[in-house]
Nanobody, 121 residues
């Protein structure tokens, strides 16, 4: 059983930055794909960033150039660094882990409880 715990959310002004963290139980980072999803009120869930076991990354067009996903295998932690935040980035952000990229993209992996990010002046 894999457990994921997100942290780092909060209230930030437009143009500001936040870094989300996702700590995982067990040594999964060496083999698992990890993703960050977000879901805004009344909207569908969106995969914003993906990092594969080998370190390859991909991003949704809406965050490309502003968000960076990274991981520390030794600490079993994945990060989402967010810059130039916009009000439309407001959402609950979820960390997910899956044995394959497809598992993460399908939303069929393990999930954290989510952390709220609010971008507002």
């Amino acid at each position: 059983q894999v457990q994921l715990v997100e942290s780092g959310g909060g209230l930030v002004q437009p143009g500001g930055s936040l870094r989300l963290s996702c700590a995982a139980s067990g040594s999964i980072f060496s083999t698992y794909a990890m993703g960050w999803y977000r879901q805004a009120l009344g909207k569908e869930r969106e995969l914003v960033a993906l990092i594969l076991s080998g370190g390859s990354t991909s991003y949704a067009d809406s965050v490309k150039g502003r968000f960076t996903v990274s991981k520390n295998n030794a600490e079993n932690t994945v990060y989402l660094q967010m810059h130039s935040l916009k009000p439309e980035d407001t959402a609950v952000y979820y960390c997910t882990a899956g044995s394959t990229r497809s598992t993460v993209r399908a939303g069929n992996g393990y999930w954290g409880q989510g952390t709220q990010v609010t971008v507002s002046s």
